[in-house]
């Protein structure tokens, strides 16, 4: 059964509590698992309606919330949004890797922190969300974990910063451009980068994965 604390915490800081208990579990529910416990069903199938659930909603978020980006920039910014990284994050920030079933041998490989593992599992939770409340009940989650992502600009696909500067540094010959990680914190996940222009520090930036910290800190030295 998944926990009771998990259960708790989605009802109280997400306003989530399902009708039916038993799309939740399969949500969770690993191939391996089910195979060592017959009679169980697993999430591949709500998996594969999870992904096009998820896929409609950001479509549809993009589409309402920054009418200014042409078509290939929307499908840009979805495809940075939808990669495994940004989905296994969401999951470890909402605790499913604690709730997973796993069989025996899968756990002792360390799937349970595994990224693609966790991606399948944010889609197959969204795919039991759909069935069990509907388009509605997905949006609500998503406004709660990935949409404040995609306005503080992690997953802007509209302009390569990084392009950019380096253009610019480099307009009049090679120049040594470099990008170190300073700072991580896994549990967030946040990630701190710095910026070295010939071994000076220009900027900083901050971002939930790697690519991000260093668009920030790209776009910050482009204002200076």
Known sequence: MVSVAFKKNLKEKYGIEFNNEDLLERAFTHSSYANEHHGKHNYEKLEFLGDAVLELA????????????????????RSNIVRTEGFSEFAKEVGFQNEIYLGNGEEKSGARNRKTLLEDVFEAFNGALFLDQGMSAVQRFLKQTVYPLIDEGDFDASRDYKTELQEKLQINGAIDIKYEVIAEDESVPTFTVQLLVNNQKVATGTGRNKKAAEQQAAAKALKK
């Open 58 to 77: 950001i479509s549809d978020y993009l589409y309402r919330n920054y009418p200014k980006l042409n078509e290939g920039q929307l499908t840009r910014m």
